[in-house]
């Protein structure tokens, strides 16, 4: 039922941010948005969780680096990435969850090097 497009990827040096959006073609209040991220050769990992009613989780690697957040009414959510690390560097993907449902955007790709 949404459609998801990530934006925001690139490449940026260790120690820097980069804010990813999460575009939603329609109405996101009832799902828990979350992020995951692929890089080459690894199995694609959770990063970060937000809930519909706010509440927030991360993976431990980003705890205190990233911060996740959204905003229904312009069908958005975001990831905020600071203190970058080469580690950082995959193929970022949005997720919109309820129960059975499951939507995912195409992913963007984030690169950290210097």
């Known amino acids: 039922q949404v459609q998801l497009v990530e934006f925001g990827g690139g490449l940026v040096q260790p120690g820097g941010s980069l804010r990813l959006s999460c575009a939603a073609s329609?109405?996101?209040?009832?799902?828990?948005m979350e992020w995951y991220r692929q890089a080459p050769g690894k199995q694609r990992e959770f990063v970060a969780v937000i809930t519909r009613d706010t509440g927030t989780n991360y993976v431990d690697s980003v705890k205190g680096r990233f911060t996740i957040s959204r905003d229904n009414a312009k069908k958005t959510a975001y990831l905020e990435m600071n203190s970058l690390k080469p580690e950082d560097t995959a193929v970022y993907y949005c997720?919109?969850?309820?129960?059975?449902?499951?939507?995912w955007g195409q992913g963007t790709q984030v690169t950290v090097s210097s």
């Open positions: 997720s919109a969850n309820l129960v059975l449902k499951r939507y």
């Open positions: 329609g109405s996101i209040y009832i799902y828990d």
